[in-house]
């Protein structure tokens, strides 16, 4: 299932509007409590959304002008300082830079015109232009379920669910040929693949991406 890169866009619109609103929604004290992701407060969860949008926009920026910007300046260390540097912050500037990131990366996209779709972009594996809003989904969409406010996998968009598990079983195959997918709900099926499994006694899997 590979959805066209505008309606892609559509459903970031959606869930980008889901998660501001779990972010604004937070009292300060929610901010610094602890959310899903060990080690991370909800408020690491939240800077981490808005600079991911960050680096996707500088990608989405570089794909429109021809060049190939980093995702992180300064790598892995630079980008654990700025989501450390911006996790403890009150919760109206947790939401208002959630939302200014995550909506400007979204008008970034909108900009990048049919003959660049195909246009390589660094990220961690190969991938071109038309998979940066399926990334940005997947931050957005997983990152909400880690933000640990009630909202869950049995929420996630069908339509997110089955891109997702379309694009990515298949990779579950090549990189650990002799698990086999349990028998679950697909959103609980995708859940267990990028490691927020539902239920005890599933398979183990190395860490997602595969």
């Not at 669910?161 to 697909?186: C, G, K, N, Q, S």
Request: charged content about 25%; aromatic content about 6%; some cysteine.
């Amino acid at each position: 299932m590979t959805l066209p890169f505008s309606e892609v866009l559509a459903e970031i619109e959606l869930s980008q509007a889901r998660v501001e609103s779990a972010i604004a929604g937070l009292s300060d004290e929610q901010a610094r409590g602890a959310s899903l992701l060990p080690g991370w407060s909800r408020g690491h969860v939240a800077t981490h959304l808005a600079r991911n949008a960050d680096a996707l926009n500088r990608l989405a920026v570089g794909v429109s002008s021809g060049t190939r910007p980093e995702m992180y300046p300064g790598g892995p260390e630079a980008r654990a300082a700025a989501i450390e540097e911006g996790a403890d912050r009150p919760v109206d500037l947790l939401a208002a830079d959630t939302r200014f990131a995550g909506r400007r990366v979204i008008d970034s996209l909108r900009r990048i015109g049919p003959d660049r779709l195909d246009t390589p972009v660094t990220w961690r594996k190969p991938v071109t232009a038309r998979d940066i809003p399926v990334l940005r989904w997947c931050e957005l969409e997983i990152h909400h379920l880690d933000l640990g406010t009630g909202y869950t996998a049995q929420a996630w968009p069908d339509a997110f669910v089955e891109a997702i598990l379309a694009r990515d079983l298949p990779e579950l195959a090549e990189a650990v040929p002799d698990v086999v997918a349990p028998d679950l709900p697909r959103a609980e099926l995708l859940a267990w693949l990028i490691g927020r499994p539902t239920r005890a006694g599933l398979p183990q899997l190395p860490a997602w991406p595969f």
